[in-house]
């Protein structure tokens, strides 16, 4: 069982940076991929960035590739995504999930454990 909540979350100007950690509970969280998503209003919930347990392997989607950085640390228990050049339409409640599979996905249902979400709101 894993336990995650996210923070970070907030108001920003275009081009300006925001960075959202995970916390997560239970021993097992080294053993797990973890994935960020995001959903903004009216809109279907889609993927931005998973990191292998390992954290030696992530994985973008192309509409946040060169500006966002998915990491974790697992002596802590978390996962950061750093984001930077955010743009209006970045604007979406960012929830962070875990997966216990070795392979890093993109899809939903993939993952098993899913947090509460922080608002990002950028504005032009």
């Known amino acids: 069982q894993v336990q995650l909540v996210e923070s970070g979350g907030g108001s920003v100007q275009a081009g300006g940076s925001l960075r959202l950690s995970c916390a997560a509970s239970?021993?097992?969280?080294?053993?797990?991929?973890m994935g960020w998503f995001r959903q903004a209003p009216g809109k279907e919930r889609e993927f931005v960035a998973a990191?292998?347990?390992?954290?030696?392997?992530?994985f973008y989607a192309d509409s946040v590739k060169g500006r966002f950085t998915i990491s974790r640390d697992n002596a802590k228990n978390a996962v950061y995504l750093q984001m930077n050049s955010l743009k209006p339409e970045d604007t979406a409640v960012y929830y962070c999930?875990?997966?216990?599979?070795?392979?890093?996905?993109?899809?939903?249902?993939?993952?098993?454990?899913w947090g509460q979400g922080t608002q990002v709101t950028v504005s032009s």
């Open positions: 990191v292998h347990w390992s954290g030696g392997r992530t």
């Open positions: 999930a875990a997966d216990g599979s070795l392979i890093l996905h993109s899809k939903e249902y993939e993952y098993d454990y």
């Open positions: 239970g021993r097992t969280f080294s053993r797990y991929a």
